[in-house]
């Protein structure tokens, strides 16, 4: 199991979580310019390598939204509670996931840029089999809301989401300039080229630069990450390997 590919590189990799005070962040678009300060900043520090937030770190957790698919196989539209993840420019190269077509995020996708998104393979196998992705449209909600379609900018290869032993599902990537809104809690991950945790007072005090009260908490690497997802198995073997010996 903890050879499977997970479709990205793990090693030295690190995510602490960043909660923003309500009194903060009523203002959605100022949240989105505090988390690109934090990593403008966090950048300078030495023996980062590669800086990103993103809502939902991999291995943890990911956040699934009714989502409305234009032109899927059968035609049509079609709404379906599907994986997302909002993320900022630099996540590919953070995580190190390859691109597969198309562009990813870029500085030009603003709050008043035209919305875009990227997807994954698995995405792509389901919606738009034997097709071309670019330019294919979603929305959030079913076929009748009122919010805007997102044009498919780019298509990544397919990586781990919850486990290593689960079929990857359909996922889209936001930009977080134009999802900022809908986020106040968002993951700040980090690739380093030394020990990631000898990195974290830096990083704190790196934060604490653009906002004084802001804590930073959950520190872990993706490799721990990993680790926890196999943990229930883990256990059940050891137990199995007990009884055997016994």
């Not at 870029?106 to 089999?129: F, I, L, T």
Request: net charge neutral; glycine share 6%; aromatic share 6%.
């Amino acid at each position: 199991l903890t050879n499977i590919d997970p479709g990205m590189n793990t090693a030295n990799v690190m995510s602490m979580r960043l909660n923003r005070s309500p009194t903060k962040s009523n203002d959605g678009a100022q949240n989105g310019i505090f988390f690109q300060q934090v990593i403008d900043r966090v950048k300078r520090v030495p023996g980062i390598e590669a800086t990103s937030v993103t809502s939902h770190m991999p291995f943890l957790a990911t956040e699934e939204l009714p989502i409305t698919v234009e032109s899927v196989a059968n035609a049509g539209a079609q709404t379906q509670s599907i994986e997302t993840r909002t993320v900022s420019t630099d996540y590919l190269n953070t995580m190190q996931i390859p691109l597969a077509g198309g562009q990813f995020f870029s500085a030009e996708d603003g709050p008043q840029s035209a919305p875009v998104v990227v997807v994954n393979q698995a995405m792509v196998n389901r919606y738009w089999p034997n097709q071309d992705p670019l330019g294919k449209r979603i929305k959030m909600g079913n076929a009748d809301s009122k919010s805007p379609w997102f044009t498919v900018k780019g298509v990544v290869k397919d990586s781990a989401q919850l486990t290593l032993d689960r079929e990857t599902r359909p996922e889209i990537y936001f930009p977080l300039a134009q999802m900022a809104w809908r986020y106040r809690r968002m993951n700040l991950a980090v690739r380093t080229s030394v020990d990631p945790k000898s990195t974290v007072a830096a990083i704190q005090s790196a934060v604490r630069e653009v906002d004084k009260d802001q804590p930073v908490y959950q520190i872990e690497t993706l490799d721990e990450r990993i680790g926890d997802s196999v943990g229930t198995r883990r256990f059940a073997l050891t137990i199995l390997i007990l009884f055997a010996v016994l």
